[in-house]
């Protein structure tokens, strides 16, 4: 049973739009996950402006999951990691005690071609909040993959139904990629108290009811939930164990407001460390705390 729909938003991040989903106003965490973006579907002409590239920023008390269904966009941190990320693979970022990193749009900007996935950040864990930064990429192969009964796709993290995904979670919690032929059925299992389908795209009807694209259904627990494909359709299911009341804060997330509001002090101050391969630029601190500034993903 749905519980809650929640529409996308367009939001610009200075160069380049996307489709917020996570946090929500009624709906601001599903298990650990606290933000959602769709970036894109866009098409790039070649010599995109540098305005569309996310500049160096930093991110305290969660990780990142970057996925892609098209296109590249490459990563750089300041832990020393420079990795380009391409459909299907995973970029995995913890920030704990903090990281800064940029994203830049280097082959669109050269060849152009066309931009879309998901960027998820997922709360850390209470006795997780602190841990030192570090990156992570899994290629396709590393990745449990499936594809049975019309319904193909990959689980990105955590574990589902008896699979587990390599990636590094720091708590109990599931993030798979469907991809649904027509009259195709998925079953999403109860075992995590809190879940969510997100559809990227085609015509999907969940125990039912009919979710649109660009849309998240939050869903009751305590049942198992059928995804049913009317057509072609790519939907990412997500969830798992709640880890308590966040504050986020522009990029930062905490347990503490106290940690937020030494984390701006910090980054105001220039003392968190800019990525190694990418340190010319940054995005500034937003000029306001609690007024919940776009995050720069």
Known sequence: MIELV???RRRSLGGFEVGRVLPFARRRIVGPYIFFDRMGPADFAPG???????????????????YLFEGEIMHRDSVGSEQPIRPGEVNWMTAGSGITHSERFERARAEGGPMDGIQAWVALPDGREEVDPAFWHYGT????????????????????????????????????HWQLRPGARASLPAEYPERAVYVASGAV????????????????????ATIHALDDAVVMALG?????????????????????????????????KLPDLDDREFIPLPPRLGAAPEPAS
């Open 48 to 66: 995109l402006p540098e305005s569309a590239d996310v500049l160096p920023h930093p991110h305290i008390g969660l990780s990142t999951i970057t």
């Open 141 to 176: 192969d590393e990745l449990p993959a499936f594809d049975e009964g019309g319904v193909g796709g990959r689980l990105i993290a955590g574990s589902l139904d008896g699979v587990r995904s390599p990636a590094a979670v720091d708590s109990p919690q599931f993030y798979v």
């Open 240 to 272: 798992g164990e709640p880890v308590g009341e966040r504050y986020i804060d522009w990029n930062f997330v905490s347990s503490s407001k106290e940690r937020i509001l030494q984390a701006r002090a910090d980054w105001a101050a220039g003392r968190m």
């Open 205 to 224: 009807e969940v125990d039912g009811q009919r979710v649109e694209p660009g849309s998240m259904a939050v869903l009751s627990p305590g049942k198992s």
């Open 6 to 8: 929640i529409q996308s």
